[in-house]
C-alpha cells in the first residue's frame, strides 16, 4: 500500500479509468477548527480537486486543480462530502452530497465535458435526494445507477420509504440493518428515474443482516462488476471495516462475502475498487499522516486479487 498525494489531505477517493488515465475524485480535507463530534461536523470540506495517474505504478498522483467549490453551488450550505463521477455519451457526470442552507444532505449533479472538469453544478439538488456518499455506476447496457446513504452524521436514519421521519429511527440489535440505497438515473443522468430501493445485504442463508452485525451497511457504497457479478462493497462505520457483498442483479439483494480492509487509523474508512491494465485496485484513506486526526486524512492505494470461486481480497 503506498500513499498517493502527500502534499495535501484528501480522502474518499472515487477511482475511475477514463480513457488512457486513471482520475481519482476525493473528498478535499482542510483544518476548520470545528471539534469533532458524532455529527461530523469536523468534517468542513468546500472544495473538490482531481487527482490523476498515467501509470499503475506511478509514485504519487498529480493535482489537476480544483474542479468545484461549495460556493458555487447555489443550493449548498456547508460539508461538501465523498462524490463520484460517471461517463456517458461523452460527458461527464459528478454526483456528489453536501448539506443545503438548513443542513439537510442532499445529492447534486455537476457535468463537464472532460473528465478534469471544471464541472458546473445544476441550479437545485436531485428531486428526492437525501443522505450522503453517492456512488455513481454505468452498467453495460448504459444504464446508470447511484447507490448512496450513510448513517449518523449521513442522516440516512431520518427517512423511511424515502420520506423524512418526524423522529429518526437507528435500528438496534436483533432488527434488520438500515440499508443503503440504489436508485437508476434518467437517462440525462441529472434525476432519479424511480423511488430509490433499500440495498439488502444477507447471511448465508437470505436474512438480512441484523442491526447488531458488525458487517453491517453504515456508509461509503461502492459498485463494482466482475465476471457478470454485482459487488457492493462499503464501510461498516463504528466497526471501522471495508466488507463486500455479491448479487446478480444491480438492486441486489447482496449475498455477505467477506471483509476487504481490517480497520484503519482515523475513524472513517472509505473507497473505490477499480480495474486498469488487467490488475485491480483498491483506492482508500487512513490519518497515519496526520498523526490520526480522523477529519485529515490521506489518499493510498492497494491491489486486490480474485480467487477462482469470485472471493476478493488484497493481493500479497
Ligand atoms: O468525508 C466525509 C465522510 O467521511 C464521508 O462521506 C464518509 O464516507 C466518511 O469517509
Redesign the pocket.
Known amino acids: 500500500m503506498r500513499y498517493l498525494f502527500p502534499s495535501d489531505y484528501m ?2 477517493p472515487s477511482a475511475h479509468v477514463f480513457g488512457d488515465r486513471l482520475y481519482i475524485y476525493p ?1 478535499h ?1 482542510r483544518e476548520s477548527g470545528i471539534p469533532e463530534n458524532d455529527n ?1 461536523d469536523h ?1 468542513d ?1 468546500q472544495d473538490y480537486h482531481v487527482l490523476c495517474l498515467d501509470d499503475p505504478d506511478q509514485p504519487e498522483a498529480r493535482d489537476l486543480g480544483k474542479i468545484l467549490d461549495v460556493k458555487d453551488i447555489p443550493w449548498a450550505g456547508r460539508q461538501l ?2 462524490n463520484d463521477v460517471v461517463e456517458k455519451n461523452g460527458r461527464y457526470y459528478l454526483i456528489y ?1 453536501v448539506k443545503d442552507k438548513t443542513d439537510t444532505f442532499h445529492l447534486g449533479v455537476a457535468v463537464s465535458e472532460r473528465p478534469e472538469g471544471p464541472f458546473i453544478p445544476l441550479p437545485d439538488p436531485i428531486r428526492g435526494s437525501y443522505s ?2 453517492p456512488c455513481a455506476f454505468k452498467d453495460e447496457d448504459d444504464e446508470v445507477y447511484v447507490y448512496f446513504g ?1 448513517i449518523w ?2 442522516q440516512l436514519q431520518r427517512y423511511r420509504d424515502n420520506r423524512s421521519l418526524e423522529n429518526a429511527h437507528l435500528p438496534e440489535g436483533a432488527e434488520p440493518a438500515l440499508p443503503g440505497r440504489v436508485v437508476r438515473m434518467t437517462a440525462d443522468v441529472t434525476q432519479f428515474a424511480e423511488e430509490p430501493r433499500p440495498v439488502i445485504i444477507t447471511d448465508d442463508e437470505g436474512n438480512p443482516l441484523r442491526a447488531d452485525d458488525p458487517h453491517r451497511f453504515f ?2 457504497s461502492w459498485m463494482h462488476k466482475y465476471n457478470a457479478t454485482y459487488y457492493f462493497s462499503y ?1 461498516t462505520g463504528d466497526s471501522h471495516l471495508l466488507c463486500y457483498a455479491t448479487s446478480d442483479s444491480p438492486y441486489g439483494p447482496f449475498r455477505f462475502r467477506g471483509e476487504l480492509l481490517q480497520p484503519v487509523v482515523g475513524w ?3 473507497h473505490s475498487i477499480v480495474q486498469w491494465r488487467g490488475r485491480w485496485f483498491l483506492f482508500h ?1 487512513d490519518s497515519v499522516p496526520s498523526g490520526g486526526r480522523t477529519w485529515l ?1 490521506s489518499v493510498k492505494v492497494a491491489e486486490l486479487q480474485y480467487e477462482p470461486d469470485g472471493t476478493l481480497h488484497l493481493k500479497e
Do not use: K, L, N, Q
Request: charged share 25%; proline share 0%; glycine share 18%.
Open positions: 480522502a474518499d473528498s480535507d461530523g468534517f470540506m462530502w465523498d452530497c450522503i456518499d450513510g452524521g449521513g456508509e461509503a464501510s472513517t474508512t472509505h484513506h486524512r
